[in-house]
T-cell receptor, first 113, second 113 residues
Framework: DAKTTQPNSMESNEEEPVHLPCNHS???????IHWYRQLPSQGPEYVIH???SNVNNRMASLAIAEDRKSSTLILHRATLRDAAVYYC??????????????FGQGTRLTINP | DAGVIQSPRHEVTEMGQEVTLRCKPI?????LFWYRQTMMRGLELLIY????????DSGMPEDRFSAKMPNASFSTLKIQPSEPRDSAVYFC???????????FGPGTRLLVL
């Protein structure tokens, strides 16, 4: 499985944008970039995913570098409810073990009031 | 939709006892996953099923662990005999077969004394 590297923790203030980085220098051409988050005492929940182009949804935006070796999850206006561990995961839908999600340690995001 | 349902939510048992964790996936989802989360090892995939058939059980730690999916709406993860090192939060997730997103349940917090 291609690896991702994320900072262990980040801190931001409420109502400010948050940029969560993820490095994936060994990404293959068919790997999708997925982001999940896990709020305290809950199961992980899907945030967003993309392949090459930047993606937006109601929760966040995903900015993917042109060489695809890194990506950034953007929370446009963080709230206290966004405090969670954010996981960046690569998944190749065509590869062996295509249905697996391999979770790393993620980034623990703290939001200050 | 009620989402993925897991029971019990909390389980405390003594070493050597049999433990059965239960999961009801979202209706219509063809794939079901069992994960375990600990502080030391993070979130690990134990086993997953497609159309009720186990596809990959390489993450099952040892023979004490077994999982079944007798029908599309029910799965069990059994530990027999349980040991203190099995203490963890166990998550079940489901997904439509060709979809990208996994939906996680709230987890079962297991403590083996």
């Amino acid at each position: 499985d291609a690896k991702t590297t994320q900072p262990n923790s980040m801190e931001s203030n409420e109502e400010e944008p948050v940029h969560l980085p993820c490095n994936h220098s060994t990404i293959s051409g068919t790997d999708y970039i997925h982001w999940y988050r896990q709020l305290p005492s809950q199961g992980p929940e899907y945030v967003i995913h993309g392949l090459t182009s930047n993606v937006n949804n109601r929760m966040a935006s995903l900015a993917i570098a042109e060489d695809r070796k890194s990506s950034t999850l953007i929370l446009h206006r963080a709230t206290l409810r966004d405090a969670a561990v954010y996981y960046c995961i690569l998944r190749d839908p065509l590869g062996q073990g295509a249905q697996k999600l391999v979770f790393g340690q993620g980034t623990r995001l703290t939001i200050n009031p | 939709d009620a989402g993925v349902i897991q029971s019990p939510r909390h389980e405390v048992t003594e070493m050597g006892q049999e433990v059965t964790l239960r999961c009801k996936p979202i209706s219509g989802h063809n794939s079901l996953f069992w994960y375990r989360q600990t502080m030391m090892r993070g979130l690990e995939l134990l086993i997953y099923f497609n159309n009720n058939v186990p596809i990959d059980d390489s993450g099952m730690p040892e023979d004490r662990f077994s999982a079944k999916m007798p029908n599309a709406s029910f799965s069990t993860l059994k530990i027999q005999p349980s040991e203190p090192r099995d203490s963890a939060v166990y998550f079940c997730a489901s997904r439509p077969y060709v979809a990208e997103t996994q939906y996680f349940g709230p987890g079962t917090r297991l403590l083996v004394l």
